[in-house]
């Protein structure tokens, strides 16, 4: 089970952007905590709510990013950022600038400490054991405290997931970025071999585009050649002839090539599909045994469970204990007595008031409905195995095409090299060498789509495994996501599985890689009418659904609690709506070992008292803010408009929330 981070408690000091607790002993000083439940970093524009959830972030990952989704080869999974981002906002450059981040992670309590002027580590500790000052060694306990494989993995789930800040990509709305997060949440063993056939498949492929492309300009050099040539007329024209035919054979091999490669599509697709059928088929027999079980046991109602065990054996087997013999015609006699409803034991009627005889009924009806359902898998599974089979001898076919092409093209590769050396020794030389040159590079495009194609193998295994743990959480997953969305949205809507099917190189094989999409249906116009993309919902709708997706993961795959920060969750609600967001987040913190800290602007409506609605009087509610009026330099506006936004603050906080 994947741990996220607990944010626990922060620390600046010397970073005259939050002043805090200022002192001439202590100079600057900013100092919050932060335990169970939703938090505020409550101010008005320009005071630093965005570059405090930032500091946040970059305690615990340094000046690093992820790289935006998408199969993108050998490049870094990691992005560096200006390390000075934090310094470049205050005069001194954040000379003495330095803060502090403690958090729970995997059980433990860690702490890190970064200077500000350039984000160094300058100090970090594992349940008060020193880790260190190297960023390796920090990145190594991260990504063991989140229990994943790579540190790149924790900085893709921590920035797609725990932080949802204003230059945050959506998740809900990216697939790329889906199957990168379960690739690292839910394949964790896993992660780092399919990020590296994935990057095998990309640089295969590219070579072999750009390869093709300079083949095609040798080749149409080499032609130009061949009509500037004074040799033996005959010798050219039979020359003409074999270069033709060469080119048409290559042409030929390279639509063999394609075809192959079309036909291991379909083969894995078929693959896809009789590995589905055959996993519903033992989810059918299991739950048909069970339900025979069941229905044996109701059978036996009454009897011992050891005198059961010694005809269930019987009926089952056509074994008798006692004597240890095959006993065919005494378990057709009980399966006869089963099937008339009759005393499995003496064979009489039961009678027809007791409940045992209808439980009976109920579980026969159940196991007539899962028999049904079991000999429709059998069918589907047949029809698998048999779509499988096609698809095998389709590109065995192709295979055998393919080789017959190649077998063509080195023959009449070699008839021309003949014919060349025919011609004087300067043109048999040149055209020989340029022969060679495209004959090795068009060996090398053959050389990396097999390389190419034997990456797609390894990989076709690997994300198999990985759609067999999505499908494993899919039922909680939706669940979780209906049960956060309801209370908010007044659309109906559900989240479903919907794996998208791509290329991970521009060429190549098909997969299919997890994803789930929202569907929702739309009051705005006549009828009903199904919204899917990003495309067709609200500004609103889309940030918090992406929110409530981002939600639903951290429920399903947490296993011990996490936090949740969100950069101006209230910027695209109106009045009503902000409610239902506080709400949201106000159920959502509402467990232990979670929390949510929200970074808003001074507003009126409902958001702040629905998201604080747990903790009644306006001291408990000032409590759960992290002031910034109080604690930052303060803006032109704020030193002139102060009393007003205290005033508004206090509104705010006295203000009860309605009920839902």
């Known amino acids: 089970m994947t741990s996220f981070p607990i944010l626990r408690s922060l620390e600046i000091t010397g970073y005259s952007l939050y002043p805090g607790e200022q002192s001439r002993i202590s100079g600057f000083r900013l100092n919050t905590g932060f335990g169970d439940g939703p938090w505020i970093v409550l101010g008005v524009n320009g005071l630093g709510k965005s570059t405090l959830l930032l500091l946040l ?88 405290g989140m229990a994943l494989d790579r540190f790149e993995d924790a900085v893709r789930v921590i920035d797609r997931i725990v932080f949802k800040l204003e230059s945050s990509p959506s998740l809900i709305w990216d697939v790329s970025a889906q199957f990168e997060i379960f690739r690292a949440l839910l394949t964790p063993n896993r992660s780092l071999e399919l990020r590296r056939l994935e990057a095998e498949i990309v640089s295969n492929d590219s070579a072999a585009r750009n390869l093709n492309a300079t083949i095609f300009k040798m080749s149409q050099r080499r032609d130009r050649q061949l009509q500037l040539l004074k040799g033996s007329a005959d010798t050219q024209a039979e020359i003409a002839s074999v270069s033709g035919k060469l080119d048409k054979a290559r042409s ?42 069941k229905l044996l046991r109701h059978a036996f109602a009454g009897v011992k469970p050891s005198d059961q065990y010694v005809f269930l054996k019987l009926l089952a087997e056509q074994v008798c204990l006692a004597c240890g013999n095959t006993a065919p015609q005494a378990a057709e006699e009980l399966a006869r007595r089963q099937s008339e409803g009759l005393c499995l034991v003496c064979g009489s009627p039961r009678h027809p008031d007791k409940e045992v005889v209808s439980t009976t009924s109920a579980l026969k009806k159940k196991a007539t409905i899962a028999f049904d359902e079991l000999e429709k898998a059998r069918a589907e599974l047949k029809l698998a195995d048999e779509e499988f089979s096609q698809a095998e001898s389709a590109r065995d076919a192709a295979a055998a095409h393919l080789e017959q ?18 011609l004087p020794a300067k043109d048999r030389a040149e055209l020989a060498r340029e022969e060679d040159n495209i004959e090795r590079l068009r060996r090398e495009v053959l050389r990396f789509r097999k390389e190419r194609s034997d990456a797609e ?74 919204r899917r993309n990003v495309d067709q919902v609200s500004l609103s709708q889309r940030e918090y659904l992406d929110i409530t997706f981002r939600m639903s993961l951290l429920e399903t795959l947490s296993g011990g609690g996490c936090s949740l920060l969100v950069d101006g969750p209230e910027g695209s609600l109106d009045s009503v709506f902000s409610g239902r967001a506080g709400q949201l987040f106000s159920d959502f913190a509402a467990h232990s070992h979670r929390n949510v800290i929200l970074a808003c602007n001074i507003i009126d ?25 109080e604690l930052s330099a303060p803006t032109a506006a704020l030193k002139s408009l102060k009393r007003e936004y205290e005033s508004a603050v206090t509104e705010v906080l006295a203000a009860k929330a309605s009920k839902r």
């Open 405 to 422: 092409r190649r077998t063509d093209v080195d023959r009449l590769a070699g008839t021309l090299r003949r014919l060349h050396r025919k």
């Open 605 to 629: 409506g409902a958001f702040l008292p629905k998201t604080l609605s747990a903790f009644k009087g306006a001291n408990r509610k000032r409590q759960r803010l992290v002031n910034l009026m």
């Open 252 to 293: 030929d091999e390279q639509r063999g090539q394609l075809t192959l490669e079309a036909s291991e599509v379909r083969l894995s697709d078929a693959r896809v599909r009789q590995k589905r059928a055959e996993r519903d088929l033992d989810a059918r027999v299991g739950a048909y045994e069970d339900l025979k079980f």
């Open 457 to 530: 193998d390894d990989i076709a295994s690997l994300l198999e495994e990985l759609t067999v743990a999505t499908v494993a959480i899919r039922t909680q997953l939706e669940a979780s996501f209906l049960k956060l969305s309801q209370d908010f949205f007044a659309e109906q809507l559900r989240l479903v599985y919907a794996p998208r099917r791509d290329r991970i190189g521009q060429a190549g094989r098909v997969f299919e890689f997890p994803a789930f999409e929202i569907e929702m249906t739309s009051g705005a116009t006549a009828g009903e009418f199904v």
């Open 57 to 144: 972030k970059h305690l615990l990952i340094g000046p690093v990013r992820a790289r935006d989704a998408g199969f993108s080869g050998d490049r870094s999974d990691l992005v560096g950022i200006d390390s000075r981002f934090f310094a470049v906002r205050v005069p001194d450059g954040a000379a003495n600038a330095k803060a502090s981040l403690t958090f729970n992670l995997g059980g433990k309590l860690f702490s890190v400490t970064r200077r500000l002027s350039d984000q160094t580590l300058i100090a970090a500790t594992c349940n008060a054991t020193d880790i260190g000052t190297s960023e390796s060694s920090w990145r190594s306990a991260i990504a063991e």
